[in-house]
């Protein structure tokens, strides 16, 4: 096919208007024109008029349709050998296609016929050998494009190669090889994607999908049918139980069995109340028996104790006798003592006193010797004394008497003593008969002992018989008003002193002794100046000055004097000293008295209580006897009931067993009725789930499906048998086919060496087996990638790699116009001119067209010259 | 004279989810319609009874139509007495569907759920021996021997089970008596469970299933007629043909000189029986790739005329020559991949799934030249 005219309307940038480019020639034509003329418009146009149908509204229409809309013609006048053509389409609105035969002027085909008439000539459209040729601005076929695109070259390259390779047909398998192959793969393809996985949607995949599915719905239908089955089997179950539980037979053995364990407990019940009946009178006789024996053994053992009592109170009474005697003594020779101390302190007095008057005569002797001095001492004496004065007067303030203390202590010794002494200071009658007398003095009604003391409180009777009645009162106050008298004295005591306690008056006591230790001081140096005071001093300087002079003229015996005086004292220390012996001993003999009447009086007590226990002396061995009989008897009774008790008990039914039985029989009868009213309402339950799965009828649809997944798995293992037989039917064919692909690429590789050799001296190209695209450059001996190549060289050999396809077309007898819009744009000026060369080494049998806005560097391609002028259809 | 009837194994409900298309419905649909070709049998052959020796339902479990509609059918004749004995299939175990069937069943139709004595007409006794479980383990038929019917009276056995077991070490107590007509003294054991008619004795048959549902048997669906004509009268059986589908296996055996496709027409049906009938196509023997690519295309071009066809040809071993391969091409590519199948094919060494792949494929390249060649 060769290209003769192009015209086009309405078409990019030619918006309602036309233009037209006539007289393509042989070899190579050449149209330059500046940017924006129109060049590449031209191109697309013709590549829509070729490629794209005319019913087509995709981009690759749409690209052609000028921003104001409208309908796009293209029309083409080319030579076939089979005769001149004009080919028109217009897209968009009233869309057609039309072949005009020029020799007849005659319409050949339209519409579909005529785009089958046009995709004829090209060989297979874009994706056919002609659509390789056409090589648009920029693009060498090693460029990034879109897969569709680059497969679609990809197989034009090998369409080609494969329908132009007559002369190696016979090698390669050719046509029929690639028609295999491609079926081949179609039908592999179908089944699963290029790595082999089952292709979505295909029918493999979609076999294998309904085999999951069925082993899925199967698996449910399993557990459903497994679900049934044990449904009607447990209801099966349900049902024979019932029936056994529902049985007259056993239903009536049940309320047998109930009655008879009720009748059975009943009875133990019975004659469980009849054993706790004698259970109770045996405990009577028991506690009986018991209380009788408590008795006897108390009764029993009182009379020994009041034997073992009679001893100890007789020696009791002998010890307050004693005791009695003893304090009668003591308080005899107390009296003796306190008279003789009274008569040595009278003595001590008298021989003071004459002492006395011997010291005063003897001082009046001296102050006449000392008047001066006694004088001056007066005077700064004075002056002392104002200072012991001011010193007093603290001390005053500070100051507890210190017979207060004394008081306080002395007080709290009485209470104390006042206690302990009350009872002691009871006053008493001592009785001594005379010899002989025949009647006893009566105390209170009681017969008075001889030589005893006998106490009283308050008053008392004193009987001699045929005498007289003697009335004594004891007006010894009550003990505690003394003792509360003492104690109220104690509180006035402690208020006098303004302090709280003892204590506290002993501290205020200290301090006063300080300021007395301050004053004893002056009181020292007034001493030594007023050894006798101020007013001694003074009545010193007065005597001196006033002295008795009968003094001064007595003359006594002062020694004699002390010497007296000094016996007397001694006498009265003896004294003091006998009569502190004998009040020791008289509180001794009081205390021993204490004792003596106390545990006598214990003694007399327990005497007491003993015989309220056993009651008159003349029936105490009497009773002893008769609770030993009712003792024997009530063992008796005891022994009696126990015997019953044991008979009763070893024959009684044991009521926790009856219980439990009856519980037992009971909870059977129970326990059927609940099984029976569950397994009636499981029973429901399983009806309702039977007649629903029955209805949904699952195990059939499970049967089905289990023959439905058998088919369906072999259909898988049938599909995967298929593709086992593509994958190495296409294997075998692949290998085939490469093994003789270097062959396919003999005539490329010849036609091509030529055009090689117009660049680069000694080059070789190797082309990739997968791409059919030159893959390595060798020159020199060198290798490199065509990919690393420079982009001008990529171009080049882009270009030379086409014309070279292009010469095998036109040696196969269908050549086709090789059209380059804007290529060669990174080639330098020496190598474009070598690929002018090369283009019209090629243009010799091929019509070559060529678009260039680059006009000075395309003058040297030669050629003819083509020109774009205005047209209108 | 006393006619009935036997025939078994109707499978009513069966739903044949290996097929594809219409035809799992059609299938389906000839089992219910088996019903009312055993009635019309009846009638054309004054039989008044029809004895079902068991599974007369699929499963345990059938759809309530399936159930109701048979019941129907069977009460649309009530001439005729039917006489349903549970087998395995349909043993007692399924309480549900026996309890419905005694509630819908209409008069004409008796279940045979107990081991006792039926009376089907005056001194005709069925003594059936129904299937308790799916797998009994026991000689059902058993208590016949004792089993009191009136002196002179008929007695017909109806049971459902093997006659022997298959197992290694089966025990034959889980079978039935083969001998069981003559230890029991009847006149007519009536069998269901073969699937295919079986005489065991002159008084005991299996009736086979009146409408085949698998390749197995190789028969076409018939029932028994038996006619008895008095106690301990040998039994007259006459076949009846009751199939509306033929389930055919077709052994195409074949030899280096045979021609596949020839046999294969000569096994073939006639025309107007093919959409009745079910294909299984057993290849088997030796045959050249030609042989082997027109007897698939002929099996491909008959397929549509058949209810259903299927060619195995697994067992069929390709036998290649040199002149198989100049089909494909004399030389070149095609002959490169050619050659290397086939080496494949007798390469010993290789798996026989291998070498039958590789069979396959030089089998497919033969097709697509020879497709391309004319």
Known sequence: MKLDALRMFNVKRFADSGVSIEGFGDGVNILCAPNEAGKTTSFEALNALFFVKHSSTAADARTLRPYSGGNCLVETDVTTPRGRYRLTKQFFGRSHAKVLDLATNQILSQADEAEAFISDLVQG?????????????????????????EDSEKNARTNLLQSVQGEVETITGGRRMAEILSATAASRAELVTATGRPRAGGKYAAAIDLRDRLQAELQRLDTEVQALREALDRRASIQRRLAEVESPEERQARLEAVTAAEAAFEDARLQHEALKTLEAELNLATERRSAVLREHDQHRDALARLAALSADLQAARSRHGESVGRRSAAGDAEKTARAEADQAEEAVVAARAALDQGDAAQRARDAVARSQAHRDSLAQAIGIRSEIETLSAKIAAARVPSDAIRDLEALDVKIVRLTAI???????????????????????????????????????????????????????????????????AR????????????????????????????????????????????????????????????????????????????????????????????????????????????????????????????????????????????????????VEAQVKVDALRGRVTDLAIAEAALRRVRSVKEAAEREVGSLREENAALNAQIRTRSDEAVEEDRNEKAEALAAAAARVASFEHEVAILDRLHGALDAARAEARELYLTPVMTELAPLLSLLFEDAVIAFNDQTLLPETLIRKGLEEEVACLSGGMREQLSILTRLAFARLMARGGRPAPVILDDALVYSDDDRIERMFNALHMQARDQQIIVFSCRQRAFQKLGGAALQMTAWTP | MFRFIHSSDLHLGKRFGGFSGDLPGRLREARHGVLGRLADHAREQEASAVILAGDTFDTETPASDVRRQALTEMGQHPSIRWVLLPGNHDSLQAAELWSCVAAEAP???????????????????????????????????????????????????????AVQTFAEEGSTEEVIAPDRARRAGLDYLALGDWHGAVQIDERTFYSGTPEPDRFKHDRPGEALLVSLNGARALPQITPLATGAFQWRTLDLQVLSHDDPVDILRSLITEPNQRRQTLVRVLASGHCRLARHAALVAHAEDLSPDFAWFELDMDGLALEHEVDDLDDIERSGALRVAADSLLREADDTSLSSAERAVAGAALARLYRRAREMTS
């Open chain 1, 125 to 149: 459209g874009a994706g056919g050998a002609a659509g390789l040729l056409w090589v648009r601005q920029g693009v060498t076929g090693w460029d990034r494009r879109p897969k569709a695109e």
């Open chain 1, 422 to 488: 009350r009872d002691a200071a009871r006053p008493s009658v001592t009785v001594e008969y005379e010899a002989g007398a025949q009647a006893r003095l009566q105390l209170d009604g009681q017969d008075l002992a001889g030589g005893e003391d006998h106490g009283y409180d308050g008053h008392a009777t004193l009987f001699a018989p045929g005498i007289a009645r003697v009335h004594l009162r004891s007006n010894r106050p009550d003990d505690p008003g003394q003792l509360t008298a003492l104690e109220d």
């Open chain 1, 491 to 638: 509180r006035v005591l402690l208020a006098s002193i303004g302090v709280g306690d003892v204590d506290a008056a002993r501290a205020r006591q200290t301090q006063a002794q300080h300021l007395e230790g301050l004053l004893g001081v002056e009181k020292a140096r007034l001493a030594v100046l007023a050894p006798e005071g101020i007013d001694r001093l003074q009545e010193i300087v007065a005597a001196d000055e006033d002295i008795d002079p009968g003094l001064l003229d007595l003359d006594l015996d002062r020694d004699a004097l002390r010497a007296t005086y000094e016996a007397a004292v001694e006498r009265r220390r003896a004294a003091v000293a006998s009569l502190g012996e004998c009040e020791t001993i008289r509180s001794a003999a009081d205390a021993a008295y204490v004792a003596a009447q106390t545990a006598l009086a214990g003694l007399e007590a327990q005497e007491g209580q003993i015989a309220a226990i056993l009651g008159p002396v003349d029936t105490r061995e009497t009773r002893l006897e008769t609770l030993a009989g009712s003792l024997a008897l009530l063992q008796e009774a005891q």
């Open chain 2, 107 to 161: 008069p004409n139709v008796t279940l045979a759920q107990e081991a006792e004595p039926v009376a089907l007409a005056r001194d005709v006794f069925v003594l059936p021996a129904p299937c308790t479980t799916r797998r009994p383990g026991r000689d059902t038929t058993a208590w016949m021997d004792a089993a009191p019917t009136p002196e002179g009276a008929l007695r017909i056995g109806l049971a459902h089970g």
